[in-house]
């Protein structure tokens, strides 16, 4: 089934305009050239895509976020995961689908959810096919379409046209200011949500965070990272990942050249902040 999803949630991401900040946090920046990569599907070995782990352990129980790599002309077999999981696409063009249903090819930027459960197809094409993949719950497995079982999610396939970017609610509206699109979740309840925030060319300002977690990959551009505690300015390319735990303030700006667009992850509320 292909589901094409056209919606901005009237829900705030931002909180108090005065956070007060902790010191008790704890940061982590792993660039993609420091990712350590592996078989996505330890039975498929080296004929399959592979994976670098970003945070979390999807071999274990908990949630975690991935990279996954695939080559040019890849196409899985059709496969159920005992898992839902989210993706994002950073580079290349990726299908997720059933296996009887229109090619739709995704391009960089598009979101697509995959129930448990479900069989399908994943296939690649491109020269460079990167994708970010997210887990509320592992571990992750590949199983075969015999084990399929029903639930009542559906899948969305969102392409990177069809993604509705709006103001930051509570934010003063800025013509070239950063944008935000929801993608899952509710943060008005602070609840664990998925949004993307886009970076215009040039921006330099903050990321407050008040959630007890806030996990961030990049998907496009290249956007320059000051994390507490740590004086170093770390330029984060596609598939780089910034972390942090406990409420806390980073620095970020965007390249001159081009916008920088981020996933973002938290369990509460955020502010994107032009610096004055």
């Not at 890849?74 to 997720?96: D, Q």
């Not at 296939?123 to 571990?139: R, V």
């Not at 300015?233 to 390249?255: D, N």
């Amino acid at each position: 089934m292909k589901t094409f999803l056209l919606f901005a949630l009237a829900v705030g991401v931002s909180g108090c305009d005065k956070p007060q900040v902790t010191t008790e946090t704890t940061s982590k920046v792993v660039l993609t050239s420091e990712v350590k990569w592996g078989p996505l599907n330890p039975a498929r070995g080296d004929k399959g895509p592979k994976a670098g782990t970003l945070w979390g352990d999807r071999t274990g129980s908990g949630p975690s976020g991935f990279l996954v790599k695939f080559v040019d002309g890849f196409s899985s077999p059709p496969h159920i995961h005992n898992i839902t999981y989210r993706g994002v696409v950073i580079s290349g063009r990726i299908l997720n689908d059933d296996p009887n249903a229109e090619d739709m090819w995704l391009p960089t930027g598009s979101f697509w959810t995959q129930p448990k459960g479900a069989v399908h197809i994943t296939a690649a094409n491109g020269s460079d096919n990167l994708a970010y993949i997210e887990i509320d719950e592992g571990p992750y497995l590949v199983l075969p379409p015999e084990k399929a079982f029903h639930t009542e999610e559906t899948p969305i396939n969102m392409d990177e046209s069809n993604i509705v970017w709006i103001d930051q609610p509570g934010m003063p509206a800025a013509a070239n200011g950063p944008k935000v699109a929801f993608l899952w979740g509710n943060p008005q309840d602070d609840q664990l949500n998925g949004t993307l925030v886009k970076l215009p060319a040039g921006f330099t300002g903050k990321i407050k965070s008040h959630g007890s977690t806030f996990r961030a990959v990049v998907i496009k551009g290249q956007p320059q990272c000051q994390v507490p505690g740590e004086t170093d300015v770390k330029t984060l390319e596609p598939g780089s990942y910034f972390g942090l735990t406990g409420e806390t303030v980073h620095q970020i700006s965007s390249e001159e050249e081009g916008e920088s667009v981020i996933d973002v992850r938290t369990d509460g509320k955020y502010e994107v902040v032009p610096a004055k």
